[in-house]
């Protein structure tokens, strides 16, 4: 697979990028590399290392189109994962949160869901999946300009 050198999406054998109209090398890259020359599935990986935070930094520094996707389906999932948290803490109280209650149970259910997505999606994208969660991603993929 072969990105455009100025904006990163994808052209194959093109000459000029569909995307930007920047002309190409006789050969263009068989992936862009990031500015930390890191391997297309590993900024994936990264992406998802420290949740959003990760996931905005890779969508700020990145511009290959399968680490930006990564990057904001990361904002996106466990952005949203901390804000419900958040909400949900607040709502019960502080001393709802270690009770064994409901609300407690729901509390750490979503804490559940969010290491089991972590790994999940850790893994899709070092094998290069384009691993896509439900609503988050059509989110996603609107943040990362697809």
Same mark, same amino acid.
């Given at each position: 697979?072969?990105?455009? &050198?100025?904006?990163?999406?994808?052209?194959? $054998?093109?000459?000029?990028?569909?995307?930007?109209?920047?002309?190409?090398?006789? &050969?263009?890259?068989?992936?862009?590399?990031?500015?930390?020359?890191?391997?297309?599935?590993?900024?994936?990986?990264?992406?998802?290392?420290?949740?959003?935070?990760?996931?905005?930094?890779?969508?700020?520094?990145?511009?290959?189109?399968?680490?930006?996707?990564?990057?904001?389906?990361?904002?996106?999932?466990?952005?949203?994962?901390?804000?419900?948290?958040?909400?949900?803490?607040?709502?019960?109280?502080?001393?709802?949160?270690?009770?064994?209650?409901?609300?407690?149970?729901?509390?750490?259910?979503?804490?559940?869901?969010?290491?089991?997505?972590?790994?999940?999606?850790?893994?899709?994208?070092?094998?290069?999946?384009?691993?896509?969660?439900?609503?988050?991603? $059509?989110?996603?993929?609107?943040?990362?300009?697809?």
């Amino acid at each position: 697979m072969a990105f455009c &050198s100025a904006c990163g999406q994808e052209i194959g $054998d093109a000459v000029f990028c569909s995307k930007c109209g920047a002309r190409q090398g006789s &050969s263009a890259p068989a992936a862009a590399p990031s500015s930390a020359g890191l391997d297309e599935n590993v900024a994936g990986l990264l992406s998802y290392l420290l949740g959003w935070v990760t996931g905005l930094i890779f969508l700020l520094i990145d511009k290959r189109p399968f680490v930006k996707f990564h990057a904001a389906q990361s904002i996106v999932v466990f952005g949203g994962l901390t804000a419900l948290r958040i909400a949900l803490g607040i709502f019960v109280g502080f001393g709802g949160i270690f009770s064994f209650g409901l609300w407690g149970m729901l509390f750490w259910l979503i804490g559940i869901l969010g290491l089991v997505l972590w790994i999940l999606l850790m893994v899709k994208a070092y094998q290069h999946e384009m691993f896509k969660v439900p609503i988050a991603a $059509d989110i996603a993929q609107n943040i990362a300009g697809k």
